[in-house]
């Protein structure tokens, strides 16, 4: 599978708890995206990333989490002291081509925040 | 004002028949657009991006835009039972970088 891949598909958690997920992006891709989606909304930036290099985060992304892309390869999004409100589809996407919205998006890790 | 707005729907069309979906934005310096289809509980997947005034045509599918009118639509031709689905407008901000911001998505329904 050449596409983009996103781990853990689903994740159960309770309040306060830690998250990670990882993204794999496409083999050849140098941009790298992190978008959050609820229900009935459409996708939300996160953040960016250009090889290893955070180039742009969203103001909506609070001091819980973090994102990082070591050797500019795959990339993790933690959330720490998770809340409700952190419950959704994150969505990681990648991209090559010079314009910033041709993206390939992976299937989604669903949290949901008990 | 939202920056990104579509009508959520559903637009109900015939097997057939042609769909049209619009958008419009608010942010009159903005240079790219996209359309993403969503299937339920899947992940977006671009159709088509415009960056120009007029049509882009890609078989079925027609991008139109308008900057003047910060307008944007989609029209899928002889649509199909499988072009059921939510599709969602996206623009490239000015000075937005590389995000791009979404529309909430409109849900198109064809019926056989």
């Known amino acids: 599978d050449t596409g983009v891949s996103q781990n853990p598909r689903h994740k159960i958690t309770k309040r306060g708890q830690n998250v990670t997920f990882r993204c794999d992006p496409i083999?050849?891709?140098?941009?790298l995206y992190w978008y959050r989606q609820t229900l009935g909304q459409g996708p939300e930036f996160l953040t960016y990333f250009q090889n290893e290099a955070q180039l742009e985060k969203s103001r909506l992304l609070s001091d819980r989490f973090s994102a990082e892309r070591p050797k500019g390869s795959f990339s993790t999004l933690e959330i720490q002291r998770t809340e409700q409100g952190d419950s959704a589809m994150y969505l990681c996407?990648?991209?090559?081509?010079?314009?910033?919205?041709?993206?390939?998006f992976g299937e989604g890790s669903r949290l949901t925040v008990l | 004002q939202k920056e990104v707005e579509q009508n959520s729907g559903p637009l109900s069309v015939p097997e057939g028949a042609i769909a049209s979906l619009n958008c419009t934005y608010s942010?009159?310096?903005?240079?790219?657009f996209f359309w993403y289809r969503q299937y339920s509980g899947k992940s977006p997947e671009l159709i088509m991006f415009i960056y120009s005034n007029g049509d882009k045509e890609d078989g079925r599918f027609t991008a139109q835009l308008n900057k003047a009118s910060q307008y944007v639509s989609l029209l899928i031709r002889d649509s199909q039972p499988s072009d059921s689905a939510t599709y969602l407008c996206a623009v490239n901000p000015t000075g937005g970088g590389n995000k791009l911001t979404f529309g909430t998505g409109t849900q198109l329904k064809v019926e056989l």
């Open positions: 083999s050849e891709h140098n941009r």
């Open positions: 942010d009159r310096g903005s240079q790219s």
């Open positions: 996407a990648s991209s090559l081509g010079p314009h910033a919205g041709e993206l390939f």
